[in-house]
């Protein structure tokens, strides 16, 4: 006789409350199965708890085929989340936050179904997971990728999806081996204007490409503020509601110093990110690639580099404006990419006519082109309308979702090896993609892998 897991009993007798009645996922042949049945829902977890974790966690909740029954992060309850600094973070806010949602969505006063972890590994041994939503510092991504796929649970990784070349081919190789499901978190291939954007490219309704420029904004934390206010002395000791060596994980260690280890301010130190840079490409990059059908192709060289560093700085040291460079294909397309450009993606196409897609907005040259129709058999790009939702959805069939892994690496990877020519002073750099190095540059070479702390390893 087939045994219930505790998982099963609970959530399906929990979910006798809400209609129509769902099991979780793999409560059918002994809570192992890998691809749902439509009747199962998928147990999520939430693998951070700050400002973007809290932008993804409401179209979790509310699909009706996911249950979130856990959080995982460092900081058990900390201040300054939010892109204003408005709201709190960590494990214990997003336990709240979940508790107390299902507890009015089933009606159940005082449901505490959801389970709070401090270390991200006793969060993946738990057999009642199925899937992760992983929202965690730059740094983070590749560890937490590799490890939640060797454990077979599905993803939803946030961008930018690496720190280090070689991180992103580390989780590449490890979603590719243990054939999970991983959605990259470049929200926008679910907006409708890059959508239509891309297929107008992709269907030649502007004739023969002419010219790409990719517009990415600019922002730096030194802008507009003094030297004083450009150090820090560390705390003798990091804040009690963070268990900081976790936090740090293979980051070098390092006092806590609030101005670059509080919430946002992470972003602008090399340790944890390559700054605004890599954090913008990550989403115009990739309606770049979609709309030329590039995804999963790599570049092969960066050339016309500019771009500067700010003062010398352990705290904010990641790349300042203005910047530019030029992407280059084997098959001779070229790729413009400026601060300087308006946000977005602009195409050139034959007798001046223009398709320019950003957030909120398309444009078209001659206007009446953006009312074109694709026909059925033209190139469809997926209508995803959600994200988080189209990550479900690919779980349950097994078809690649809208921002597949090698989507998510190839977006990101020509930035990254720009970046790494402007921290070194190249102005050009060829890329030998198959052999994951650059043409004759060793000294570029070693700013593709990941220097990482104590026995943290990136083994796949």
């Known amino acids: ?241 963070v268990d900081f060596d976790l936090w740090l994980g293979p980051a070098p260690a390092r006092k806590f110093t609030p101005k670059i280890h509080h919430p946002m301010q992470w972003r602008y130190n090399l340790e944890y990110s390559c700054g605004m840079l890599t954090d913008f490409a990550a989403h115009q990059l990739d309606i770049m690639q979609w709309a030329l059908g590039k995804d999963g192709v790599e570049p092969f060289a960066i050339e016309n580099i500019k771009g500067r560093l700010p003062p010398p700085s352990d705290l904010y040291n990641t790349l300042a404006e203005p910047f530019s460079f030029e992407i280059v294909y084997e098959d001779g397309l070229r790729v413009f990419v400026s601060s300087d450009y308006a946000y977005g993606c602009r195409f050139y196409g034959e007798n001046g006519k223009q398709v320019y897609a950003t957030n909120g907005k398309l444009e078209t040259n001659p206007p009446e082109l953006m009312r074109e129709k694709i026909g059925e058999n033209e190139v469809r790009l997926i209508r995803s309308g959600q994200q988080e939702k189209n990550f479900i959805e690919a779980v349950y069939s097994g078809e690649k979702p809208i921002s597949p892994v090698q989507a998510g690496f190839s977006a990101l990877t020509p930035a990254a090896l720009a970046h790494i020519g402007m921290r070194i002073g190249r102005a050009s750099l060829k890329w030998q993609a198959a052999k994951t190095r650059f043409e004759n540059d060793p000294e570029a070479d070693k700013f593709l892998a990941p220097h990482m702390r104590g026995l943290w390893r990136l083994d796949v």
Request: glycine content about 10%; proline content about 7%.
């Open 1 to 241: 006789m087939m045994k219930m897991s505790r998982r099963c009993f609970l959530s399906g007798a929990g979910s006798l409350l809400a209609m129509p009645m769902i099991v979780p996922a793999g409560c059918v042949s002994a809570c192992k199965s890998r691809r749902p049945l439509p009747s199962e829902r998928i147990h999520v977890g939430m693998l951070g708890y700050g400002t973007m974790a809290q932008d993804n966690i409401g179209n979790f909740l509310h699909n009706d085929r996911v249950q979130v029954i856990s959080v995982c992060d460092p900081v058990s309850e900390g201040p300054l989340y939010g892109y204003k600094a408005e709201r709190m973070g960590g494990r214990v806010p997003g336990q709240r936050k979940v508790n107390a949602f299902y507890a009015e969505k089933n009606a159940q006063p005082g449901y505490a179904g959801c389970r709070v972890f401090t270390d991200f590994r006793d969060m993946l041994d738990d057999p009642d997971l199925d899937a992760v939503c992983i929202s965690t510092p730059d740094h983070w991504h590749a560890l937490h990728t590799v490890w939640a796929a060797k454990k077979g649970k599905h993803i939803y990784g946030q961008k930018p999806l690496f720190l280090t070349i070689q991180e992103g081919r580390a989780m590449v190789r490890a979603v590719e081996r243990s054939g999970i499901t991983f959605q990259t978190g470049a929200q926008s291939r679910s907006n409708d204007y890059f959508r239509m954007a891309c297929e107008l490219v992709r269907n030649n309704r502007i004739g023969r490409l002419q010219r790409v420029e990719v517009g990415l904004n600019k922002g730096h934390a030194t802008f507009g503020k003094t030297p004083e206010q450009l150090s820090e002395t560390p705390l003798a000791a990091p804040p009690p509601y």
